[in-house]
C-alpha cells in the first residue's frame, strides 16, 4: 500500500476535513473569517476608544499571520502551485491578506482604499463551508440560464423604462425626464420593491404599472427556481460521491 507523502498529506488536510484535526482546523478557520469580519466592523464605529482599536489591531494581525501561514502552506502543498495561485480561491487567499500588507509597507493615503478588500475574507467561507460548495456548484450548473436570465432581464427592463416614459413623461417632466431616467422606476417596480418615490399618476401609467408588477412577479420567482432545482441536482451529485 503507497503511503501519502507529506506534501499530499498537508495538501489533503488543507482541503478536506475528513480527520478530526482537519475539521477542527476547517472550522477554526471558519470563525477567524467570521471574527475578522466582525471586526471590520467595529472598526467603522465613530469615537472609537484608543484600547479598543489597538485591540482590533493586535487581532488583524494575528488574522493576517494565520491566513499568511495558510497561503503559504497551500502554495507549497499544491499539486501545481502555479494553478492554485492564479485559481479562483489562491486569488481570494491571497487578496485577503494583500491589504494588510500594502498599508503597512506605503504610506500611501490612496492606498487605504484597499482595506475595503478585507471583505473579501467573507468568500473564503465558501472552500470550508460544504453546503457553500454546493451552492457554488449548482451556480456552475446553471450559469448559462442566469446569464440569459439577466439579458432578458435587461431588455424588459428598457422596455419598461420606455413604457413608463411614454405615459408620464408630460405628466412628470421632472420624475420621468427621459427613458434612462425611467430605469430607476423600472427596476423597483420590477422587482417588487416600490419604495414610492416615484410612481405613475396617469390612467395609462397606472394600467401599464399593473402589468409591469405581473411580470415582476415572475422575474423574481425565476432565478429562485432554477437555484433550487440545480441545488437539489447538486445535492445528488455529491451523494453521489460520497458513496
Known amino acids: 500500500m503507497n503511503q501519502l507523502s507529506p506534501r499530499k498529506r498537508l495538501w489533503q488536510f488543507l482541503e478536506k476535513s475528513d480527520s478530526k484535526w482537519s475539521f477542527r482546523f476547517h472550522y477554526f478557520i471558519q470563525a477567524l473569517i467570521l471574527l475578522s469580519l466582525i471586526t471590520y466592523a467595529i472598526e467603522t464605529l465613530p469615537n472609537l476608544d484608543p484600547d479598543v482599536a489597538q485591540a482590533l489591531y493586535v487581532f488583524e494581525i494575528f488574522t493576517v499571520v494565520v491566513f499568511t501561514l495558510e497561503y503559504v502552506l497551500r502554495v507549497m502543498a499544491a499539486p501545481n502551485p502555479w494553478k492554485y495561485i492564479f485559481s479562483f480561491y489562491g486569488i481570494i ?7 494588510f500588507y500594502l498599508n503597512n509597507a506605503l504610506d500611501w493615503r490612496a492606498l487605504r482604499s484597499f482595506r475595503v478588500l478585507r471583505l473579501i475574507r467573507a468568500l473564503k467561507m465558501v472552500r470550508y463551508n460544504r453546503a457553500l460548495q454546493r451552492f457554488t456548484l449548482a451556480a456552475r450548473m446553471v450559469r448559462e440560464e442566469i446569464v440569459l436570465f439577466f439579458i432578458i432581464t435587461f431588455i424588459v427592463l428598457y422596455l419598461t423604462s420606455a ?9 412628470q417632466p421632472e420624475a420621468f425626464a427621459s427613458i434612462f431616467h425611467s430605469f ?19 390612467a395609462g401609467g397606472k394600467i401599464f404599472t399593473f402589468f409591469v408588477l405581473i411580470i415582476g412577479v415572475g422575474i423574481v420567482t425565476v432565478p429562485a427556481g432554477l437555484v433550487a432545482a440545480s441545488l437539489s441536482k447538486a445535492r445528488d451529485i455529491e451523494a453521489g460521491e460520497d458513496s
Do not use: H, K, Q, R
Open 163 to 171: 413604457g413608463i416614459y411614454y405615459f408620464e413623461n408630460e405628466a
Open 93 to 99: 487567499d491571497l487578496l485577503a491578506i494583500l491589504p
Open 184 to 202: 430607476w422606476w423600472s427596476i423597483v417596480t420590477l422587482t417588487t420593491v416600490g419604495y414610492g418615490d416615484v410612481y405613475p399618476i396617469t
